[in-house]
Antibody
């Protein structure tokens, strides 16, 4: 069974940092573009970042986050810094068996909750 | 990058057809055939319904179809069923090599 499992969410103060992780199983992780997508409470889906199979290309919605991966550990990461209240959201990792760089996310994790609050 | 424009809500009766629009610009929807549509029941992970404008992943009912004209993409659901009631999101690849989602449309089946 293909599975993405996120971890690392929690409550953090404004201005703080947090590192999310996502472990993949049931697929050959090194073959896939990987993305982070978030959903704030009561809001829609928002793409955050993605990374190429070998890590040589990375694209971001904004500059406070850093995406990385460790193919040996089947793991994806999102380092978030200078966090703001508006970063409060459920963060999903996602990928595609169709066209991972271009969206078409057919594999999603259940998400990890990040709350930025003092 | 601004979110793609979707109607906040649409409704239709059982058995009817509805269409949800997704409007962007020539820098995203109009410039690439990389529009996807997702069905999202709150509490669950989003489900891919259409990719590359009009392709259906395996397992998705042929009641769901996608199209695009200019800067506007559309998702049509025919033969509405109760289980189709959900939030629907479009997304598109963009000229800055990012992905942008629409604001989402809540579908109510009457």
């Amino acid at each position: 069974e293909v599975q993405l499992v996120e971890a690392g969410g929690g409550v953090v103060q404004p201005g703080g940092s947090l590192r999310l992780s996502c472990v993949a199983s049931g697929l050959t992780f090194r073959n896939y573009w990987m993305s982070w997508v978030r959903q704030a409470p009561g809001k829609g889906l928002e793409w955050v970042a993605n990374i190429k199979q070998d890590g040589s290309e990375r694209y971001y919605m904004e500059g406070r986050f850093t995406i990385s991966r460790d193919n040996a550990k089947n793991s994806l990461y999102l380092q978030m810094s200078s966090l703001r209240a508006e970063d409060t959201a459920v963060y999903h990792c996602a990928t595609s068996r169709y066209s991972g760089k271009y969206g078409a996310f057919d594999i999603w994790g259940q998400g990890t909750i990040v709350t930025v609050s003092s | 990058q601004s979110a793609l424009a979707q109607p906040a809500s649409v409704s239709g009766s059982l058995g009817q057809s509805i269409t949800i629009s997704c409007t962007g610009t020539s820098s995203d929807v109009g410039g690439y055939n990389y529009v996807s549509w997702y069905q999202h029941h709150p509490g669950n992970a989003p489900r891919l319904m259409i990719y590359d404008v009009s392709n259906r992943p395996s397992g998705v009912s042929n009641r769901f179809s996608g199209s695009k004209s200019g800067n506007t993409a559309s998702l049509t659901i025919s033969g509405l069923q109760a289980e189709d009631e959900a939030d629907y999101y479009c997304s598109s690849y963009t000229m800055t090599s990012t992905v942008v989602f629409g604001g989402g449309t809540k579908l109510t089946v009457l």
